[in-house]
């Protein structure tokens, strides 16, 4: 220590407080200035009692820090206080937790300060400390530095926790730079480097590490740098080999896979070191990642053909090889099986039954090549093995099971399928309507469901039960429903005295916040004015934005007034609140909802009797003399309604001028006068068009499609029309949608159109796995309730997948997942009408679209299973095509199963 800083230290301990050197008080003054070199010559000129007694004035201070505002000046005394409390603790375990404090985590003493001041301690505990530290989780971020310098001068061994190999990593990746030494002299020069390489190769997640590199690959390099000192003696090979093969066999992450394979690459492992892993490579070949798994069976191949391997174990590696799902690897070894049996004929008898392991296959293309080694090498096997391979080759493809069973030397009756009767199709249960539960009770499970409702995504069920619950209860009681849902509400951001700089009037103006406005209206928190102007200019003039903006404003309209209502003079209930979850309406409940009205002397909401007829039940009716037997204008309204057959809009199909493979729809609106209906439903019925306008706006949300199909109960053809357009962008640009839109719309009341139809071709082909996913159910509840237009479904694919706006590659998976569910027959027929498209587009330019071979694939896999096909147009022409691609084999093995083109 320089006499400066112990001048410097004299001058904090005896002017900041005019006490005597030492004292708490005088180190806490020296703390708050942040002059941590201050500190630490302070703290050193301390003795142990001295540092005892200033610990809980540090930690007073630490607790009075913690509170501070981020950007309070006193949070610069941080760095000092750091220092201090490390210098002042006494016991390893209690230093290496004030040292690993998350509030010091960001502003901590820096390392060489912390080592100053704990340099006096014993090599023992040091060490502790240093133990300590490296056990703490990398989240704590304990510096590399500090841990380390505790090492050195400890004279220990370092620890091999994961924070300190990874902090040993980090610091030589950048302390060598770009032009300073390479990384391999900084690596040699490390005294526990064989220590520190063995546990690297025990860390998880440590594969992004092995493969970055500053600079110059060679120089700078993890693995150049291993392979080089491994080279040159600095590790031992051996070790090394070992290690790298090891840490495969572990398993973990694909890119730690890949980072450790590269090492072994690079090590390049002689035909002998392969040899004494044969096992290892085996058990690789099986179980592996797929790069790791290529590699053990490109190493096994060579020893194969050297005939390093017996014939047990290449029969052994190769059964592991044929299970795997990656179809180029059982290509591969299938390729090795037949260059091993061709080089040793007569081993035919012990190979054979692992090529058989390739009949249960899903790709009808590696049972094909499975067969065909079959028929050139199944004479040389003996006839016990020919009699258990016709067992096995029950697996195979119908169209291969004649060529298996001649390869074996039996008749292809032999192998004939037993008559499992007809084809049984599995398709979900029908969903069966669920009525809404009964109107809340009391003030206390309102309060429940208002929790449930702001916290969670909202539900059609639980919104209406909750908006009707406000409304009865402020009715009821409104001092008890505020005493009740106060705790609930008293942290959003509208309530009262919560933000004073929000204005809620003006925020609630042009947006509800879901139930929000509502519950702000309870509380006063909005005004009367507000309300009553935003409910009243909701929809107003705004008939010429995107086609589906309609559909938003029913539902903000209800929330506004029922806001307006609770603020006002609240109804004893709500008429619109459905009698289903679907949003459908008894006609017998409305009828004795507005019977209860005209007995209390209550007249009707605008909004919330419009939106009760249009989620009426039609019965023919039957309901309509009750309802004109009330004597009210909505008892006559609701009795004309109840007999007027409504007429459904006509929805056609249309293509934008910019891109005439993207389908849309148009919509027509509803014959009959809109007069009598409120502003936000006039829009409703009128005309709507995609087509020549862009098909994007920024106030779409698909997480409302529930309550739109609620608002229109029995019209999801409408709501599917007006939005089909913003949800064709899970296809068309790869967007990714609402997953339960889809399913809500099969499981929603009311005819399925093209709109309904396109919208399930679009999700058919998007881009995200879920969205796909909620496509297949949508598709499967549609086949169950016989609403599916198979042919419609189909025609729409194939229009789409052959101008290239929907991925064939994509439709395969769909098709697949909703073939394997049992739904056979079902797949078959939407794929029967969506294939011709895209096999003319085939046999015109001479290729076929990417997944194409795979949609054959998966229409041949459903006509074996279901047991009927016809003919498909344009099928024949690909199929007489010469050459072994899979296009044209999947192509002649459908033809096999359907006959000629149906149309030539």
């Not at 003399?625 to 109840?642: N, S």
Request: net charge neutral.
């Amino acid at each position: 220590m320089t006499n400066t800083t112990a001048t410097a230290g004299t001058a904090a301990r005896t002017g900041a407080t005019g006490s005597a050197p030492g004292t708490p008080e005088d180190l806490v003054a020296a703390v708050r200035t942040g002059k941590t070199a201050v500190v630490v010559a302070l703290v050193r000129d301390m003795d142990a009692a001295e540092r005892r007694a200033a610990l809980p004035a540090l930690k007073e201070l630490r607790k009075e820090l913690r509170g501070a505002r981020w950007n309070d000046p006193a949070r610069a005394a941080y760095p000092a206080l750091h220092a201090a409390g490390a210098g002042c603790q006494s016991g390893a375990a209690a230093t290496a937790t004030w040292l690993a404090g998350a509030d010091m985590r960001w502003s901590g003493a820096k390392s060489r300060h912390l080592l100053d001041l704990l340099s006096d301690r014993t090599p023992e505990w040091q060490a502790e400390v240093a133990r300590r530290l490296a056990d703490r989780p990398l989240a704590s971020r304990v510096p590399y530095e500090l841990m380390s310098g505790l090492v050195q001068r400890a004279g220990c061994e370092p620890p091999t926790t994961e924070a300190y190999v990874r902090g040993w990593m980090e610091h030589l990746s950048r302390s060598g730079g770009s032009r300073g030494p390479k990384l391999q002299d900084r690596l040699a020069a490390d005294p526990h480097l064989v220590r520190m390489v063995a546990a690297l190769f025990a860390q998880d997640d440590v594969g992004w590490q092995l493969e970055w590199t500053y600079g110059n690959d060679a120089d700078h390099g993890w693995t150049p740098a291993l392979t080089e000192l491994t080279a040159a003696g600095v590790l031992d090979r051996a070790t090394m080999v070992a290690a790298c093969v090891a840490r495969l066999l572990r398993g973990g992450k694909p890119h730690d896979q890949r980072a450790f394979l590269g090492v072994l690459t690079a090590l390049s492992p002689t035909r002998e070191e392969e040899r004494e892993r044969i096992a290892d490579w085996t058990a690789l070949l099986a179980d592996a990642v797929g790069p790791v798994a290529a590699y053990a069976q490109k190493v096994l191949g060579g020893l194969a053909l050297d005939e390093n391997l017996t014939i047990r174990q290449v029969a052994e590696s190769s059964r592991g090889a044929l299970f795997r799902p990656e179809k180029k690897l059982v290509r591969a070894q299938l390729v090795l099986l037949g260059k091993v049996l061709t080089a040793s004929p007569g081993t035919a008898s012990e190979l054979l039954p692992a090529v058989a392991d390739a009949f249960g296959h899903p790709d009808t293309d590696v049972q094909e090549r499975a067969v065909k080694l079959l028929e050139k090498h199944a004479r040389r096997a003996d006839e016990g093995v020919r009699a258990d391979l016709l067992g096995v080759a029950e697996q195979l493809s119908t169209v291969l099971r004649p060529r298996a069973a001649a390869a074996l030397g039996f008749a292809p009756a032999a192998l004939e399928p037993l008559d499992a009767g007809p084809h049984e199709e599995y398709l979900p249960p029908v969903p069966e309507p669920v009525r809404l539960d009964p109107p809340i009770g009391s003030v206390a499970e309102l309060a429940e469901e208002i929790s449930a409702l702001v916290t969670a995504r909202e539900e059609v069920a639980v919104f209406e039960r909750v908006l009707d619950g406000l409304v009865r209860h402020a009715h009821a009681d409104r001092a008890a429903l505020v005493e009740a849902v106060r705790p609930v509400v008293a942290r959003r951001w509208w309530y009262p005295g919560k933000h004073p700089h929000l204005t809620p009037d003006k925020r609630f103006a042009t947006s509800t916040f879901g139930i929000d406005v509502v519950l702000a209206a309870l509380f006063d928190a909005v005004g009367t004015d507000t309300l009553h102007r935003a409910t009243r200019r909701n929809g107003a003039g705004e008939e010429g934005e995107c086609p589906h903006s309609w559909l938003n404003r029913p539902r903000r309209a209800r929330l506004w007034e029922a806001a307006h209502l609770v603020r006002t003079d609240p109804p004893p209930f709500l008429l619109a609140t459905p009698t289903w979850t679907s949003g459908l309406l008894a006609a017998e409940d409305l009828v004795a909802r507005l019977a209860e009205y005209r007995d209390r002397g209550v007249r009707p909401a605008e909004t919330d009797f419009a939106q009760a007829l249009l989620r009426v039940e039609r019965d023919g009716g039957a309901r309509a003399a009750e309802a004109l037997a009330l004597g009210t204008p909505e008892g006559e309204r609701l009795a004309r309604w109840l007999t007027t057959e409504e007429a459904a809009p006509e929805v056609t199909l249309t293509a934008p001028l910019r891109d005439p493979h993207h389908l849309l729809v148009n919509v027509g609106g509803i014959p009959g006068s809109q007069e009598e209906w409120p502003e936000v439903f006039r829009g409703l019925g009128l005309p709507a068009s995609h087509g020549r306008r862009p098909w994007s706006c920024d106030h779409w949300h698909a997480a409302g499609e529930a309550h739109r199909l609620a608002a229109l109960p029995g019209r999801r053809e409408m709501v599917a029309a007006r939005i089909v357009d913003q949800f064709s962008r899970v296809a068309t640009v790869d967007a990714r949608g609402d997953v339960a839109y889809l399913p809500l719309l099969a499981e929603a009341p009311g005819p399925a159109g093209v709109a309904v139809h396109l919208s399930v071709a679009y999700g058919l082909g998007a881009r995200a796995g879920e969205d796909r996913t909620a496509a297949v159910d949508a598709l499967l509840v549609l086949a169950a309730r016989g609403d599916l237009d198979a042919a419609r479904l189909g025609g729409l694919l194939g229009t789409l997948a052959a101008g290239g706006t929907v991925k064939a590659s994509r439709l395969v998976d769909s098709m697949s997942t909703a073939a394997t569910t049992g739904a056979y027959a079902t797949v078959w027929a939407v794929l029967r009408e969506a294939l011709p498209p895209l096999l003319e587009d085939a046999v015109r330019s001479g290729k076929g679209a990417r997944g194409l071979a795979d949609l054959l694939a998966t229409a041949a896999d459903c006509v074996e299973r279901c047991g009927t096909g016809s003919g498909v147009p344009h099928l024949e022409s690909l199929a007489e095509r010469g050459g072994g691609s899979r296009l044209v084999s999947q192509a002649r093995r459908l033809k096999a199963l359907t006959g000629a083109d149906a149309d030539g």
